[in-house]
């Protein structure tokens, strides 16, 4: 039967071939619990219970990603859940622990960073799964679950090894018969709506032989509104507006910020959290943006948080936000040097490459603080964070940045030994200094990478934010001649590469302006120091660049990860500059295998290093500002290229990058008793993870995974 094939066969992944590594998780995969206890210890009652309010809606929003990522996650996770409450003696597998703890860091069986399937990396999953205690008080539940999710469970057919649009992978933001085109003309249709795509997904039908779609709004409440509801003709298409798309998680979600309320500390938190509450109610993106103000005027929280339909990576055309929700406590020594940076922003952002007219009107100073993380819901947890992402407040009312301090100091945590592709004495500068430089870039490319440069707009009035006759394109040395129209944004304009594009833009910003002795003198590091930040800085981009090979798929000629393939671009850029500036050659490695060595001379960081990255980081603000996606796309594509022609065989380059590949490690938030509000911590390990998980839910878990589940089979038909 379909069960047993799935569990016996799994070494084939379905294919009759051996499973490659990068689909399962080693069992030695790195798990570090993040460190927070002190700066929670020094909380005061009130902002104990806020914090814990807040976490409380971050863990059911982030329950949303389960629905985001695959058709089978939910019921993988349910299944997880049941089984793992009630573990018993049989659970001694570390394969099927790691397994479990891949699925809960990540939300779902997608890797977050790389957006790979990964599967069980054991051949008994199914028979400890009948083997435990859940099974033995629960056979048909436990069964059915296992019915519903075994075959993809295991499965590495072609199209569901990544995420992605059409025939190039799985998404569940889009029912499975949508295509580019689909993602296309839906994005046109909300443009003339004025809808935002962050909090939707799209499902399309045929009706009488006329292309139907649903656009369905996230929010609690499921009936339709006048504003927003309803059903249009759009060309030769249909478009459903509906609300009510993971309502029940929704409700959650809104039921624990009403309690956060009561405990918030001023007006602007007041406000911010009722606008988000009326967002996740209403399924309104335009409340969610009002909450958004209120967050930026909250200045130096002692208790920051932020929580939403937020970043758009892994929306295969880039418009659809992965919910998301963290809540963490300012680290205020790390923090000084952040606002340091921040008051030296102004005399920085003219020495960026481009024009004063490509520049933003006014620098309006953000909020930029060092924190370490409470809790962290979604798919994955980043170093640094610049929000929010939409970009009429970003211009004109300003942002905030955060750097995850918690995170950084064991996320990036590199053994000398497990250092790929660097010369003997370049790993113990790399190992010295990559937490200094990488706090730098961080510093950089949130506050002034995505902090920087202009869009120019001609609104709905017919009212444009540059002067026509005035303003000079300095690639072409002519008069702009294009811009953003109406409620068009650079998501909605650049769409597919706006993600990767922009942290390409950021990280550019990073290393140019790294070169500045005030912003190293800012954090700390002086004289030879300096220089060693320097060098490692442009040394770990490099190899970054190298390592990115892993997150580009050959078949489908794409990549899955937008931070990779913007690091794989910067290389490409400085391999182009010449003049020895960039060494890349393919060696053989000690235990005779192929292997790879990057060098860097450092001596030209400031003069070849420094002048390619200027070229390039003009085109892009300017392709940017001007919504030049033609020239931006073709820029892009040039430098993303993976190929085995020019000097540098890239697919060749690929299979050593696998073949070396660094184990990934998944974190360890943190759970917060409720009553008197104490923290719980775990410990680091697979099993410590999954607890947290286990007893994060325990208080209505029977409610939350029918409720999943009930969710999940509501839109079965739509993944076929």
Same mark, same amino acid.
């Not at 990540?106 to 399937?117: A, I, L, Q, R």
């Not at 833009?505 to 003198?521: D, T, W």
């Not at 190298?546 to 290389?571: C, D, K, N």
């Given at each position: ?81 049941? +089984? ?8 001694? #597998? ?63 057919? =072609? ?55 649903? +656009? @369905? ?21 249909? #478009?459903? +507006? ?9 409700? %959650? ?32 993106? =335009? ?49 000084? @040097? ?21 520049? %933003? ?61 660097? %010369? ?39 009212? #444009? ?39 390409? @833009? ?22 030879? =120091? ?37 690091? #794989? +671009? ?20 000690? =235990? ?59 697919? @060749? ?68």
């Amino acid at each position: 039967n379909q069960s047993n094939a799935a569990s016996s066969d799994w070494w084939k992944g379905g294919s009759g071939r051996m499973v490659d590594s990068q689909y399962y998780l080693p069992n030695d995969t790195g798990i570090s619990s993040l460190d927070c206890g002190e700066a929670f210890r020094l909380l005061s009652p009130q902002e104990k219970k806020y914090a814990h309010y807040l976490s409380r809606a971050a863990w059911y929003g982030g329950l949303v990603v389960l629905m985001q990522t695959s058709p089978e996650s939910p019921n993988i996770f349910v299944l997880l859940q049941k +089984v793992l409450e009630k573990r018993n003696s049989v659970f001694i #597998f570390q394969a099927f622990l790691v397994y479990a703890a891949g699925l809960y860091a990540n939300m779902g069986n997608y890797k977050s960073f790389g957006d790979t399937k990964f599967i069980p990396n054991l051949p008994k999953f199914k028979a400890l799964i009948w083997a435990s205690r859940a099974f033995q008080e629960q056979p048909t539940e436990i069964k059915t679950l296992w019915d519903s999710c075994c075959c993809r469970l295991y499965s590495l057919e =072609d199209k569901q090894k990544q995420l992605g649009l059409g025939d190039k992978g799985i998404t569940t933001y889009f029912s499975g018969n949508c295509c580019l085109e689909d993602a296309e003309v839906t994005q046109k249709f909300l443009d003339s709506k004025k809808l935002s795509a962050y909090n939707t997904r799209l499902f399309k039908k045929e009706n009488g032989g006329k292309t139907c779609y649903e +656009v @369905r709004l996230a929010s609690a409440v499921k009936q339709e509104c006048e504003s927003c509801c309803g059903t249009f003709c759009f060309g030769d298409k249909d #478009f459903t +507006v509906t609300r009510g798309d993971y309502a029940p998680l929704m409700e %959650k979600v809104c039921s624990s910020l009403q309690q956060a309320q009561s405990y918030a500390a001023n007006e602007n938190q007041k406000k911010m959290l009722e606008n988000y509450r009326r967002s996740f109610t209403l399924g309104s993106v =335009d409340a969610h943006k009002e909450g958004s103000r209120f967050w930026i005027k909250d200045k130096g929280p002692i208790v920051e948080s932020y929580i939403g339909f937020i970043e758009s990576y892994r929306d295969p055309f880039g418009s659809r936000g992965e919910f998301e929700g963290f809540v963490a406590v300012v680290n205020k020594a790390m923090s000084e @040097r952040f606002a340091r940076l921040v008051s030296s922003a102004e005399m920085l952002l003219p020495e960026l490459p481009w024009p004063k007219e490509f520049e %933003k009107d006014t620098f309006l100073k953000p909020d930029f603080t060092s924190l370490d993380v409470l809790s962290f819901a979604g798919s994955g947890i980043p170093a640094g964070i610049n929000i929010p992402n939409y970009d009429d407040i970003r211009q004109s009312e300003g942002f905030k940045n955060v750097s995850l301090g918690n995170v950084l100091s064991v996320a990036y945590a590199t053994k000398k030994e497990k250092l790929t592709f660097l %010369k003997e004495e370049d790993k113990d500068l790399f190992i010295k200094w990559k937490g200094p430089s990488f706090e730098v870039q961080v510093g950089l490319h949130e506050l002034l990478g995505h902090g920087s440069g202009k869009l120019f707009v001609q609104d709905d009035e017919g009212k #444009f934010n540059f002067d026509q006759s005035k303003v000079i394109n300095p690639e072409t040395g002519e008069a702009v001649s294009s811009w953003y129209r109406g409620s068009e944004t650079w998501d909605s304009k650049f769409t597919t590469i706006a993600s990767s594009y922009e942290e390409c @833009r950021a990280e550019c910003v990073g290393l140019y302006l790294c070169l500045n002795p005030q912003v190293l003198s800012i954090f700390g590091n002086e004289g030879q =120091d300096a220089q060693d930040v320097v060098y490692i800085n442009w040394l770990s981009m490099v190899r970054a660049g190298l390592l990115g090979l892993e997150f580009y798929t050959p078949e489908s000629e794409s990549w899955r990860q937008a931070h990779m393939q913007a690091r #794989f +671009v910067i290389l490409n850029v400085l391999l182009e500059a010449g003049e020895g500036f960039v060494g890349l050659q393919e060696v053989t490695g000690q =235990d005779g295998k192929p292997d790879a060595l990057i060098t860097l001379d450092r001596s030209k960081i400031h003069t070849v290093g420094k002048n390619a990255i200027h070229r390039f980081l003009q085109k892009l603000q300017v392709l940017k500002a001007t919504a030049d996606v033609e020239g931006g796309r073709a820029l892009y594509k040039k430098y993303s290229t993976v190929d085995d022609k020019g000097p540098h065989n890239f697919l @060749r380059l690929r299979e050593t990058v696998l073949l070396r590949k660094e184990l990934g490690k998944c974190l360890i938030n943190f759970r917060l008793q409720s009553d008197h509000v104490e923290l719980v911590e775990y410990e680091g390990t697979a099993a410590g993870l999954i607890t947290s998980f286990v007893e994060r839910f325990r208080d209505d878990a029977e409610e939350l995974e029918e409720q999943l589940m009930e969710l999940n089979k509501t839109d079965t038909s739509c993944w076929c």
